[in-house]
């Protein structure tokens, strides 16, 4: 064994990557994030102690949910990079220990380690998830862990916007601290897997706040995903600060800018879609993108995960940026702001401005921009379509994409789905079927698009809201059923926010997490309803029965 990760639903064999990661992640990336996480935990720790005698270090703040960020699947694939940031947290948890008022000598191995970087890989390979041998343990401290990985994502985006929460860094220190207890118990990390998503739906309500404060409420948006005449740049991702200010700087050079992927919902923000150089989205999910990339013909820009490394010979690899968390071995990374002023995207304009325009590889428009203030102004119209029973039932299908053919399961669970149902969705789920011909009820669209992942707090929003708008006391007795897809950590918050939020009976597929152990998966089943999916048929008809 020369890794071993588990994190995202696409690990081998359903229970661990050992040898290489199915993501493309080597296992010297592998355990350089294992590192890493590990001296973020020891700051998590004495940062945690510190904020306790009121001097806590909002250096130390960012640099947890920097370091957390880089870890999440498909985000950072830059060995080099991540050692760097390793050496960086070193430096950091001797200054932090420098401050403290009593010995650390009581304190955990992440406190206590200050290895030269020849130890580096050597000390890898002893903390990683194995590092935990009761598996119950291990399953609830990875579970709150990736839920953790999630929330950093999130503070990250609204961080980039002036926006922060100090409630969240606090709970995420917090919780990094217990996670580092060798005697902490399954009966302990239960409700704080809970406490997770407590913090979950607050930080996704950070971020939703500033994307709205900045960029204005999404509205009803018709995206094309044609290709124009003009040179272009593809922008992936999830950071709107990023894209606003690629548009900014491309204003006027005969440049245009498609989106890709997670960066689809930023067509739908009244602010950016005013850019006329905007002009569509390019190719589906995440996981296509080496089809997608060869025939753009201009240069990339991944300001997050999700990125699929490259083959050596393929076309596009020179034309690959990365920015913030993101990274890959040989791309270009553009460093972050300095001084107040805006990331330099000079390169990448001028290099665009020498390709072929991207090859048309589809026409027409899809329709999203329903986040909760778009939905709740047509709640008058949504809640007479239940009332008549025009609508018999919302499905709550947002989540991740993947390469898995058993994700063809949701294409076709949207395509046999009752026409007198309306599908909820955010994420890059939505690219199994948001270009499928479903039609609408009574002009409303049977595919209601929120936008991102984070966009999921929308949708438990709408839920919330239709709850009290039909004057229900559980939010389960509503016409609503979630038959979510999973792919990564940043699901692993909106489950866990979900879980807060009192909803039962969430099904995930295509299949439930590794690193869920059986008697923790058992907990989950008998006291959430969590359950998996089956057969399109069979599970269309145990939602419409419920």
């Known amino acids: 064994m020369s890794m071993f990760c588990f994190q995202c639903q696409e690990t081998a064999k359903g229970t661990g990557c050992e040898l290489m990661g199915v993501c493309g992640k080597t296992p010297e990336v592998s355990n350089i994030q294992d590192l890493l996480l590990f001296v973020t935990r020891g700051i998590a720790v004495y940062n945690d102690k510190l904020r306790k005698e009121e001097k806590a270090s909002k250096v130390a703040d ?29 430096l950091l948890k001797s200054e932090l220990a420098g401050l403290l008022n009593f010995s650390p000598a009581d304190l955990p191995d992440e406190c206590t380690w200050n290895g030269d970087e020849s130890t580096f890989m050597d000390k890898a390979l002893e903390v990683g998830v194995l590092r935990t041998k009761d598996e119950d343990v291990r399953s609830l401290k990875e579970l709150i862990h990736y839920g953790l990985k999630g929330m950093a994502a999130y503070a990250e985006h609204a961080y980039n916007l002036d926006e922060t929460d100090d409630e969240v860094f606090i709970f995420m220190q917090y919780a990094l601290a217990e996670i580092t207890r060798t005697d902490i118990t399954v009966a302990e990390l239960i409700p704080l897997a809970l406490e997770t998503g407590q913090y979950g739906v607050q930080v996704m309500a950070l971020l939703d706040s500033a994307n709205t404060g900045r960029f204005g409420n999404p509205e009803i948006t018709e995206v094309n995903i044609g290709a124009g005449k003009n040179p272009g740049i593809l922008i992936s991702g999830h950071d709107l600060r990023d894209i606003e200010e690629l548009l900014q700087q491309t204003e006027g050079t005969g440049v245009d800018v498609y989106t890709h992927s997670e960066m689809l919902p930023a067509h739908y923000y009244p602010h950016l879609k005013k850019y006329k150089h905007l002009v569509g989205n390019y190719g589906g999910a995440w996981w296509q993108q080496k089809e997608d990339f060869e025939s753009f013909n201009g240069p990339v820009l991944f300001t997050t995960n999700c990125i699929v490394p490259p083959s050596r010979n393929a076309s596009y690899r020179g034309r690959i940026f990365t920015t913030g968390a993101s990274g890959l071995d040989g791309a270009k990374h553009i460093p972050e702001r300095k001084n107040g002023q805006q990331k330099d995207f000079s390169e990448i304009i001028e290099m665009a401005k020498t390709c072929l325009p991207p090859k048309e590889i589809e026409s027409g428009t899809i329709v999203g921009g329903f986040a909760h203030a778009q939905v709740m102004a047509l709640a008058d119209k949504v809640v007479d379509a239940v009332k008549t029973g025009a609508i018999k039932k919302f499905f709550v299908m947002a989540g991740c994409d993947g390469r898995m053919k058993g994700r063809n399961y949701y294409t076709d669970f949207a395509n046999e789905l009752p026409k007198d149902t309306v599908i909820l969705t955010a994420g890059c789920a939505k690219y199994r079927y948001n270009k499928l011909p479903l039609g609408d009820i009574g002009g409303i669209p049977r595919v209601l698009d929120a936008g991102q992942c984070n966009d999921s707090y929308s949708l438990a929003i709408i839920a919330l809201k239709l709850k009290e708008v039909f004057g229900l006391e559980d939010i389960n007795d509503l016409p609503i059923a979630f038959n979510i897809a999973w792919y990564e950590q940043k699901a692993v918050i909106v489950l866990l926010a979900l879980l807060h939020l009192g909803v039962k009976n969430i099904h995930l597929g295509p299949t439930l997490p590794g690193f869920l152990s059986p008697n923790v998966a058992k907990v989950l089943v008998e006291n959430f309803g969590i359950g998996g999916i089956s057969t399109v048929e069979e599970d269309i008809e145990m939602f419409l029965a419920g």
């Open 62 to 90: 960012k640099f947890i949910v920097d370091a957390m960020f880089i870890s999440i699947t498909n985000a950072n694939f830059d060995f080099e990079a991540i050692k760097n940031k390793v050496k960086e947290g070193l």
